[in-house]
C-alpha cells in the first residue's frame, strides 16, 4: 500500500535503531500516549530494538484504557434496553464495567453492533425508525470530528431516533496531568499523529516550555516511530524542549481547519475522568448546548448506577508510567487477559496486556522478583 | 419446556477446574471465536462430561477402532452470516469443513451426513442453491452424502438456516498424524495465502462492508493433502487446517499439545495484497483470520523440500510457502519474527478478532 | 484513536448535505466522508480514519522524508565507528529485558550492521 508499506521497510528500521544507539548514553524515558503508536511499537517490536537505556513508557492513549468507569456502566444498561440498537466500536467490546462487558450484554439479548465509521450509525438510525440507536463516541481528538459530523448529519436530516453517548478525551491536558503527577518519571513525549492532523500542534509549544519536555509529533509505522524516537533522544542528550514535526507528510502547524470549525461548532470543553487516573479539568469534550438534544446520557436518563472499579486493580498507576505492569500485585494472578480487572489488560495495546504476552519470555522467578513500588504512589 | 423440569444447577465439584466457567454464566459470541473461551467450553464442559479415549485426542477428527479397521470421524456446524459471500456459500463450507477435518487427520474422507435446521421462512430457491453448491462441492471432492436430517424452527430463532456435516474417512495406513506429534526441528509450511476467507466475510458483514475483489478460499484439500502423504508419508507429524482463529490459533494449538515452541517469520507469511490492504482498513492481523482452503503442514527437516515441491505443484498450493519451525524453546507459544527483526509472542485470541480504531 | 490510512481518491460525489469520494486502500474500496478535506480532488492521497478523511497526504514531504531516511544509512557507512558506539551501547546502567532478548535484538542490529559493511567494502 502507498504511503504505507515503504514505511515499514526492515533496512531502513535497522539504519535508524543504530542511528538511535550511536546517539544515546544515557537513560531516558519517553511517553507515547496513542494506544495506536504503542500497539505499533509492540506488534513490531520496535522497543526490541531500542537501546536499554531508552524506555517507551505506554501512556493512556486509548478509548479503552479511559473511558471512565461510570460511562461504560450507562453503556451497559443503555445496551441493554429493549428497543436499542447500540453501535460501538470493536475496541470497546471487552472492556470491564462493574458487572459486565458490551459482549455480555450482547450475549444476554441486547442489540450491540460493531460498526467501522459513526456514520454507518446514522444510516442505520435512517433505516430503523422504530428503534433508537445510540453511538458509543468515545476517542481522543482523531475521532471526534466523525463523532461531530455524524450528529451534526443527524441534526440536518432531522432524525428523532439517534444519539451519541460522548466520552472524548484531549491530549494535552493529559500531557499535563501526567507531568504534574508525583512520582512522575517521564521525560519526553512522542505526540499522537493523527490527533494532530486534526487539532495541529501548535497547543504543544507551552507544554513543552512549562515542563521541559521535548515533543516529537510522530506517525504511526516502524520508520515513523523510530525516527520520533530518534530525534527526542537527540533532544534529550542535547537538553533540549522543542516541539517537532517527524510526521510532516501528515501533519501542519495549525491542522485541520474545516474539522476544527466543526468540532468547535459541535463539543465544548468539559471536565472529564479518565479511568484509573480521576478527574483531569478541562481535558474533555462534551456536546454543547446547540446538539445537547442528541446526547445518549440525557435522553436515557440513567440513574442508580453502582459504580466500583476492582480494588486490585492498579490501571491508573501503570497508565501514568509510576509502575510497570508486573509491579502490580494482581499482575498475572487475578488480572490475566482471559479476566481482565482493568482496561490495559483488555485491549492487546494495553500496557498490562502487552507486557503479559512479552513476559511470557521471562521466567515466573524474574516476573516475581520484578520488586514492588507501590507503597507510596497513590491510587486514583 | 413442561413446567415440572427442573434444570438443576450445574455441579463443577466433579469436573476438572470448573472456575473459568463462571465468569461467562451465558454463552457469548466469543465462545465459538475459536480462541480460549471456547477451548476452555470443550476443556471444562464437554470434555469432563464425555469422556473416552477417542475424544481426549481433540484431534480434527476422532480415531477410532473397529474390528477390522480404523476410522476417522469428524462433525462440524455452521452459522455464517451471510450465507453467502464472495467466492461460496455455506454449502461448500459445510462440505469441505468436514472433508477437511479428515484429510488433515490422515484419512480419506468417504461419506457425510448433513442435517439442516432451518427457519420458518426461509425461501426454497437459497435453499436450493446452498444444496446444489453442496452437491457440486462432494462431487469435486469424491464424497457422497448419504445421510441427513431437516428440521424447521420459528421465524426470529435460526438465521436463516444452519448446517451441521458429520463425516467418516479411512485412516491411511502407515500415517500417524496429530497436534501432539510436532518435534523441535520439524519444518511448519502453508499451503498458500492467510486470512482470504475471513477478509471475504467480512466485505460483506454489516457496518464493516467494503469493495474488493477478496474471495474465499474454501475449497476440499483432501487430493492435495493426499498427494503430500504419497510423497513423504510420515515425515508429516502434524497437520491442520487453521479456520477460525486463523493460522495463529492452530500454531498455538499445535505448540500446546506437543509442548513445543513454534516460531514463524512474518515476513514469509503468504498474504494477499488486498487481504492485507482490508486488514490494514479495519485493523485486524492476518494471523488471526479465518481459512478455509488452507493447511499447515508440521514436516521433518529433510522432507520439507520435497512438501514444498508436490503443494506447488497442486492447483490449490500454488503459493505455499515455508513459514517456520519447531524449537524446544518457550515452550507452548508462538514467537513471530518480525519484519523488523524483533520478536514478538502472537497469543491465542480469546475470543474473536474484532476491529479496531486505536 | 489513531488508525488511519492512506488511500487514493479515485472519485467524488455530493448528496447536497455531504461530500463523499470512493478511496481506493490497496485495492479495497470505501465511501470516505471528505467534508474536511475540501482539497482533496481526484487522484490524491488522503490519510482516513472511520470513514472520515482527515488530511491530505503531501506526496513531496513523503518522497523526501524516505530519500533522508536512505541517505542516513549510505552516510552512516562513510563516517563509521561503529565499534565505538556499539562499545558505549554495551556499557549499560541496567537491562530492561532480564531474558537478554533485547541483547539479542541488539546483536542482531550489530551483525546486520557488520554484513552492510563488509558487502560495501567488496
Same mark, same amino acid.
Given at each position: ?21 550511536q ?9 507515547e500516549?496513542?494506544?495506536g ?7 513490531n517490536g520496535?522497543?526490541q ?6 524506555e517507551m ?12 468507569l ?5 453503556a ?18 471487552r ?6 462487558? @458490551?459482549?455480555?450484554?450482547k #450475549?444476554?439479548?441486547?442489540?450491540v453492533r460493531v ?6 450509525? /446514522? !444510516?442505520? *438510525?435512517?433505516k ?13 481528538e482523531?475521532?471526534?470530528?466523525a ?11 432531522g432524525l428523532k431516533?439517534f ?7 484531549l ?5 499535563a496531568?501526567i ?8 521525560q ?7 490527533v494532530c ?6 497547543e ?13 509529533v510522530?506517525?504511526?509505522?516502524? @520508520?515513523?516511530?523510530?525516527? #520520533? ?8 542528550e542535547?537538553?533540549?524542549?522543542? /516541539? !517537532?514535526? *517527524? ?7 495549525e491542522?485541520?481547519?474545516a474539522?476544527?470549525?466543526l468540532?468547535?461548532e459541535?463539543?465544548e ?6 479511568r ?5 479539568p478541562?481535558s ?8 445537547r438534544d442528541?446526547?445518549?446520557?440525557l435522553?436515557?436518563q440513567?440513574s ?12 491508573g ?5 509510576a ?5 502490580c500485585p ?9 479476566h481482565?480487572?482493568g ?6 495495546e ?5 507486557y503479559?504476552n512479552?513476559?511470557?519470555?521471562l521466567?515466573? !522467578? ?10 507510596d504512589v497513590?491510587?486514583? | ?6 434444570v438443576?444447577a450445574?455441579d463443577f ?15 457469548v ?5 475459536g480462541?480460549?473461551?471456547?477451548n476452555e467450553l ?12 477417542a ?6 477428527a476422532?480415531?477410532?477402532?473397529l474390528?477390522?479397521?480404523k476410522?476417522?470421524?469428524s ?9 453467502f459471500?464472495p ?5 461448500e463450507?459445510?462440505?469441505n ?6 484429510a488433515?487427520?490422515?484419512?480419506d474422507?468417504?461419506?457425510?451426513s448433513a ?5 420458518e421462512?426461509?425461501?426454497i ?17 469424491g464424497v ?5 436430517d431437516?428440521?424447521v ?5 435460526g ?9 467418516v ?15 523441535p ?11 482470504d476467507?475471513g477478509?471475504?466475510?467480512m ?5 464493516l ?7 474465499s478460499?474454501c475449497a476440499?484439500l ?15 507429524h ?14 498455538n494449538?499445535?505448540?500446546?499439545a506437543s ?9 514469509r507469511l ?10 490494514e ?6 494471523v ?7 493447511a499447515v503442514?508440521?514436516?521433518?527437516p529433510e522432507?520439507a523440500?520435497?512438501v514444498?515441491?508436490?503443494l ?13 519451525h519447531?524449537t524446544?524453546?518457550?515452550k507452548?507459544?508462538?514467537?513471530a519474527r518480525?519484519?523488523?527483526?524483533a520478536?514478538r ?10 476491529p479496531?480504531?486505536? | 484513536?489513531?488508525l ?12 447536497g448535505?455531504?461530500r ?32 472520515f ?6 506526496e513531496?514531504?513523503?518522497e ?8 542516513m544509512g ?8 561503529e565499534?565505538?558506539?556499539?562499545a558505549?551501547?554495551?556499557?549499560r546502567?541496567?537491562?530492561?529485558c ?7 535484538a541488539n ?5 546486520s ?10
Open positions: 500500500m502507498k504511503y504505507l508499506t515503504e514505511f515499514r521497510n526492515g533496512e531502513i528500521a535497522r539504519t535508524l535503531a543504530r542511528e538511535i544507539h546517539v544515546t548514553t544515557r537513560p531516558w524515558k519517553i511517553m500516549v496513542c494506544g503508536q504503542t500497539h505499533s511499537i509492540i506488534k520496535i522497543d530494538m531500542l537501546p536499554a537505556a531508552v513508557v505506554h501512556g493512556p492513549g486509548c478509548p479503552v484504557c479511559v473511558t471512565p461510570e460511562l461504560i456502566d450507562k451497559l444498561v443503555i445496551a441493554a434496553q429493549p428497543g436499542v440498537i447500540f453501535c460501538s466500536f470493536g475496541d470497546m467490546l472492556v470491564p464495567g462493574t458487572e459486565a462487558d @458490551l459482549f455480555q450484554i #450475549g444476554r439479548g441486547g442489540d460498526v467501522y465509521s459513526p456514520l454507518d450509525a /446514522v !444510516e442505520l *438510525a435512517q430503523n425508525p422504530d428503534k433508537q440507536v445510540v453511538f458509543f463516541g468515545v476517542g481522543f482523531t475521532t471526534a470530528p463523532n461531530a459530523m455524524s450528529v451534526h448529519l443527524a441534526k440536518r436530516r431516533n444519539s451519541l453517548l460522548v466520552s472524548h478525551v491530549v494535552p491536558p493529559a500531557i496531568a507531568m504534574s503527577s508525583p512520582g512522575n518519571r517521564v519526553a513525549f512522542l505526540a499522537a499523529g493523527h492532523s486534526v487539532m495541529g500542534y501548535w504543544y509549544p507551552p507544554l513543552a516550555e512549562k515542563f521541559n519536555v521535548p515533543i516529537v510522530t506517525g504511526f509505522e516502524p @520508520l515513523d516511530l523510530l525516527e #520520533g524516537i530518534r530525534r527526542t533522544v537527540i533532544q534529550l542535547a537538553g533540549g524542549h522543542e /516541539v !517537532e514535526n *517527524a510526521y510532516s507528510r501528515v501533519v501542519t502547524f491542522g485541520n481547519r474539522a476544527q470549525k468540532l468547535s459541535v463539543f470543553v468539559t471536565d472529564r475522568a479518565w484509573g487516573i480521576g478527574v483531569i478541562n474533555g469534550w462534551r456536546l454543547n448546548a446547540d446538539y442528541f446526547d445518549a446520557e435522553r436515557f440513567i442508580g448506577i453502582h459504580t466500583e472499579e476492582s480494588p486490585l486493580c492498579h490501571s498507576d501503570v497508565l501514568r508510567g509502575i510497570k505492569p508486573a509491579e494482581a499482575f498475572g494472578k487475578e488480572c490475566t487477559p482471559r481482565p480487572l482496561a490495559t489488560m483488555v485491549s492487546s494495553g500496557a498490562c496486556a502487552a503479559y512479552y513476559g511470557r519470555f521466567s515466573a !522467578e524474574q516476573l516475581a522478583g520484578a520488586g514492588s513500588a507501590l507503597s497513590p491510587h486514583a | 419446556m413442561p413446567e415440572d423440569v427442573k438443576a450445574p465439584s466433579n469436573w476438572t477446574c470448573p472456575l473459568p466457567l463462571a465468569d461467562y454464566p451465558t454463552i459470541m466469543g465462545h465459538g471465536g480462541g480460549k473461551l471456547g470443550v476443556e471444562h464442559l464437554f470434555l469432563p462430561a464425555f469422556r473416552n479415549p475424544l481426549e485426542n481433540l484431534g480434527d476422532a480415531v477410532l477402532d474390528d477390522g479397521g476410522l476417522a470421524m462433525t462440524d456446524s455452521f452459522v455464517v452470516q451471510p450465507l459471500f467466492g461460496g456459500s455455506i454449502g463450507l459445510a462440505v469443513g468436514t472433508v477437511n477435518d479428515l488433515v487427520s490422515g484419512a474422507p468417504k461419506f457425510l442435517s439442516f435446521i432451518l427457519e421462512g426461509f425461501e430457491a437459497k435453499l436450493a442453491a446452498i444444496v446444489n453448491a453442496m452437491a457440486k462441492a462432494a462431487a469435486t471432492a457422497q452424502i448419504v445421510t441427513g431437516t428440521k424452527v420459528e421465524r426470529g430463532h438465521d436463516g438456516c444452519y448446517i451441521n456435516t458429520a463425516g474417512g479411512v485412516l491411511r495406513a502407515g500415517i500417524q498424524v496429530g497436534p501432539q506429534r510436532a518435534r526441528g520439524d519444518v511448519v509450511i502453508v499451503s498458500g495465502t492467510i486470512g476467507h477478509m471475504a466475510i466485505s460483506v458483514r454489516e457496518g462492508e467494503f469493495e474488493s475483489q477478496i474471495r478460499d476440499a483432501n487430493g492435495m493433502i493426499a498427494d503430500v502423504l504419497n510423497a513423504v508419508g510420515s515425515a508429516v502434524a497437520m491442520r487446517d487453521p479456520t477460525r482463529g486463523g493460522l495463529a490459533s492452530t500454531l494449538e499445535i505448540a500446546q509442548d513445543v515452541g513454534v516460531v514463524i517469520d512474518e515476513a503468504p498474504v494477499r495484497f488486498e487481504v492485507q490492504s482490508a486488514c482498513l479495519l485493523g485486524l492481523d492476518p488471526y483470520v479465518a481459512n478455509e482452503g488452507k503442514f508440521f514436516v521433518a522432507a523440500h520435497q514444498l515441491e508436490v506447488e505443484a497442486h492447483p490449490l498450493g500454488r503459493e505455499a510457502a515455508r513459514i517456520g519447531v524446544s524453546d518457550h507452548r507459544m508462538l514467537v518480525t519484519a523488523m527483526g520478536n509472542v502472537i497469543p491465542t485470541m480469546i475470543g474473536e478478532q474484532l479496531r480504531i486505536c | 484513536m489513531c488511519a490510512i492512506p488511500g487514493k481518491v479515485e472519485a467524488i460525489s455530493n448528496d448535505l455531504i463523499m469520494g470512493r478511496v481506493n486502500f490497496g485495492g479495497v474500496v470505501k465511501n470516505v466522508c471528505l467534508d474536511y478535506v475540501p482539497e482533496v480532488e481526484v487522484g490524491d492521497y488522503t490519510i482516513v480514519h472511520v470513514g478523511a482527515l488530511s491530505k497526504i503531501d513531496a514531504t513523503a523526501q522524508t524516505l530519500a533522508d531516511f536512505r541517505a549510505m552516510l552512516e557507512e562513510e563516517l563509521a565507528s565499534e565505538e558506539a556499539f558505549r551501547a554495551a556499557n546502567p541496567q537491562s530492561n532480564p531474558d537478554g532478548s533485547c541483547d539479542r546483536q542482531q542490529v550489530r551483525e550492521a557488520g554484513q552492510q559493511t563488509d558487502s560495501k567494502r567488496q
